[in-house]
């Protein structure tokens, strides 16, 4: 009775063994798991998301759900793994994700946009005037951040007239943090008003409501976005030694990308050319297209781009749903 006992025992024992080593080569998705996305709030972010969710969804037959939240809480939910997938990290940026990655807790990946910058713009006009516009330079020598203390009253605030206005990333977004910083290592705080508006949106409109009426406006900005083929602006430069060329990986919880090495290689060779990436933001604001929509439209219309992030068998199957 004993060695019965013993052997079913043994049987039991192995069988569980059997069922957990079936679930892990059955793979993320296959075993029920959703891959839960961060509910980016800009718009190369939203595109790179649903894209991305399309082709996981499509071609892998993956589960997919996007939790909503600002950059920072969304980033410490990717090192507890709430979420799997922050789709457009700018790596470096953030403390919160440098902690995660020191402690091993996320993992960036791949290179979804290359060449993407940001920086401190003014418009053009503002350094060199437009005479088809009839305006004249009220900046002619602006060239570096480090100017800016005597050009205060050429970007005014109007509600602080003695200060000028520097119009900063929405409050909760990791560059609001950055530039506050900023202004205090150039000395600007007691000659700008740090403004945040309340979302991208708002900020998109204060730039383009300058710009067309050919007012003076200096503002954080940065590249993939629609807004830079609608205005000209220009850099300013920074202290030597500073590059403002932004890394961006797709950053992935540590669990996931143990866990879901099948789903990761398909992550990692995400890459949207920068220009048909501007072209396509532009499209969604002009065409006011939301990203779900243009997503697929993007996907359909450019299958020599994605194409070789994935297997044959999931191209086939991405192709037949759109």
């Given at each position: ?212 009426r050919g007012e003076p406006i200096l503002t954080y900005y940065w590249s993939p976005t629609p807004l830079m083929g609608q205005v000209d602006l220009v850099r300013l430069e ?85």
């Amino acid at each position: 009775m004993k060695i019965k006992k013993n052997a079913l025992c043994t049987l039991f024992v192995a069988g569980l063994l059997a069922s957990a080593g079936a679930t892990q080569a059955a793979g993320w998705c296959e075993s029920g798991k959703p891959v839960k996305f961060a509910g980016l709030n800009w718009e190369s972010g939203m595109l790179l998301t649903e894209i991305m969710q399309v082709v996981l969804d499509k071609g892998y037959d993956c589960k997919v759900d996007t939790l909503p939240g600002n950059s920072i809480a969304m980033e410490n939910a990717l090192g507890t793994n709430d979420i799997q997938v922050f789709a457009e990290e700018w790596v470096g940026r953030s403390e919160v994700w440098n902690k995660a990655a020191a402690a091993g807790k996320v993992v960036g990946i791949g290179a979804p946009v290359i060449d993407a910058i940001e920086g401190w713009y003014v418009p053009r006009y503002v350094i060199e005037g437009d005479a088809k516009r009839k305006l004249q330079a009220k900046a002619p020598d602006l060239k570096a951040i480090s100017d800016l203390p005597r050009y205060a009253s050429v970007f005014k605030d109007q509600e602080e007239p003695g200060k000028g206005r520097f119009y900063n990333c929405p409050a909760g977004w990791t560059c609001e943090l950055d530039n506050s910083e900023m202004l205090k290592s150039y000395g600007l705080e007691s000659s700008y008003t740090n403004f945040r508006p309340g979302t991208g949106p708002a900020l998109d409109a204060a730039i383009l409501s300058s710009y067309k009426r050919g007012e003076p406006i200096l503002t954080y900005y940065w590249s993939p976005t629609p807004l830079m083929g609608q205005v000209d602006l220009v850099r300013l430069e920074e202290k030597a030694g500073v590059n403002k060329t932004i890394e961006i990986k797709v950053g992935v919880s540590k669990a996931f990308h143990e866990q879901a090495p099948e789903l990761i290689a398909v992550l990692e060779k995400v890459n949207l050319p920068i220009d048909l990436l501007n072209e396509n933001l532009g499209r969604m604001a002009k065409e006011r297209i939301e990203a779900p929509k243009l997503a697929k439209i993007f996907l359909k219309e450019h299958p020599q781009v994605w194409h070789s992030w994935v297997s044959e068998d999931a191209a086939k199957k991405i192709d037949a749903s759109l």
